[in-house]
T-cell receptor, first 113, second 113 residues
Framework: AQSVTQLGSHVSVSEGALVLLRCNYS??????LFWYVQYPNQGLQLLLK??????LVKGINGFEAEFKKSETSFHLTKPSAHMSDAAEYFC???????????FGKGTSLLVTP | KAGVTQTPRYLIKTRGQQVTLSCSPI?????VSWYQQTPGQGLQFLFE???????NKGNFPGRFSGRQFSNSRSEMNVSTLELGDSALYLC????????????FGQGTRLTVV
């Protein structure tokens, strides 16, 4: 089964600094990869998705991710962190469109002034 | 367009009882999936319905069941509640079977005492 591993359960950055959240996938077939964000007491919001169209994917709120097959990675980045980015971030994988998502354990992002 | 609506938002039940959670997908969406989120296990797939048929099921005991109605609304039921069933239950809807977009509701927070 497809799976993802998120490195670092907690990441802390200063406001204005680069955000880098790491995700590695395990897949024997081209995967569908996603990044979701969850704010306290809220559901999940899709930030961006990779569906093999382009390796560099741009999402909402200034986030982007690059699919690197050689490294089996799909890391999430944002050039400049904002206080409002503080949340839980989940990487997810699916082996077919519309099928079950397998989520990573999540990374809690803290943004300090 | 209204988002995914889950009711109730919060629920407290006693061990041994049963509970029914409701999910109304985005208008026009025919696929509904359910996920359980706990601090220990993270986000886990429960099941997925499309056009009133269960298409996928996760690795959960038979106490967890669901159904989908002709208007695409879905319910999930948990019988003989255990303390470990305390979790945030999230519902996601997608336009159709092959869609890569899943839109999540805010979830139902179930506490079993």
């Amino acid at each position: 089964a497809q799976s993802v591993t998120q490195l670092g359960s907690h990441v802390s950055v200063s406001e204005g600094a680069l955000v880098l959240l790491r995700c590695n996938y395990s897949s024997s077939v081209p995967p569908y990869l996603f990044w979701y964000v969850q704010y306290p007491n809220q559901g999940l919001q899709l930030l961006l998705k990779y569906t093999s169209a382009a390796t560099l994917v741009k999402g909402i709120n200034g986030f982007e991710a690059e699919f690197k097959k050689s490294e089996t990675s799909f890391h999430l980045t944002k050039p400049s962190a904002h206080m409002s980015d503080a949340a839980e971030y989940f990487c997810a994988v699916s082996d077919r469109p519309g099928y079950a998502l397998n989520f990573g354990k999540g990374t809690s992002l803290l943004v300090t002034p | 367009k209204a988002g995914v609506t889950q009711t109730p938002r919060y629920l407290i039940k006693t061990r041994g009882q049963q509970v029914t959670l409701s999910c109304s997908p985005i208008s026009g969406h025919r696929s509904v999936s359910w996920y359980q989120q706990t601090p220990g296990q993270g986000l886990q797939f429960l099941f997925e319905y499309f056009s009133e048929t269960q298409r996928n099921k996760g690795n959960f005991p038979g106490r967890f069941s669901g159904r989908q109605f002709s208007n695409s609304r879905s319910e999930m039921n948990v019988s003989t509640l255990e303390l470990g069933d305390s979790a945030l239950y999230l519902c996601a809807s997608s336009p159709d079977r092959g869609s890569t977009e899943a839109f999540f509701g805010q979830g139902t927070r179930l506490t079993v005492v």
